[in-house]
């Protein structure tokens, strides 16, 4: 597969996705400031689906900087990853009505962690399928990223769930922070030429 055709493609749906969601911000009818207060639930929640595609873009550019091989299978994990993140918009929006509702902050949760999913088996694939080509260097620079570390430790996974489960039931509003919180956390990737983040 072609890297750039690749890139291309995932940098104009991410930029559709990110689109999509600003355009669900509601335009108050009053021209008072105050009109604006009723679109800070859906301010939050853009803002946290903001920084959680960024910090993933951003990582995603990384990986496929460092990559020298793309296969038909990191092409298909790529659109899975890309499939799962577009449902961001619909959660965001959803949960953007009302912080409390548990229905929409459910639904955020599931979409979250099949994008984190998706996003470390794309991850894995393109170590995996550079590390079969003979590129072992590129292999362990992806490894060594930060958000790879967190996705593929089972502790991290652990803990995070009863976080969620936690917060889901007593505190449904705080799960945006906590997203925020953790895509902060393990956002940064790690540079294979230092131990700076980001």
Known sequence: MNKSRVEAFTDAVIAIILTIMILEFKTP??????????QVPYMVSYAVGWLFIGIAWYNHHYMFSKAKVITRKVFWTNNFWMFTTSFIPVATSWVGRDLNAQGPEIFYAIVYFLWSFAYAVLSYTIAKENELAGYHKVATSIRNMKIYRAL???????????????????????????????????????????????
């Open 29 to 38: 009818d009053s021209a008072k400031l105050s009109a604006i207060v009723s």
């Open 152 to 198: 593929t430790s089972w502790k991290f996974v652990g803990v995070e769930i009863v976080i969620w489960v936690l917060a889901l039931i007593y505190m449904p509003a705080l799960q945006m922070l906590l997203i925020a919180f953790q895509v902060l956390a393990v956002g940064g990737h790690v540079n294979a030429d230092s131990d700076k983040l980001f």
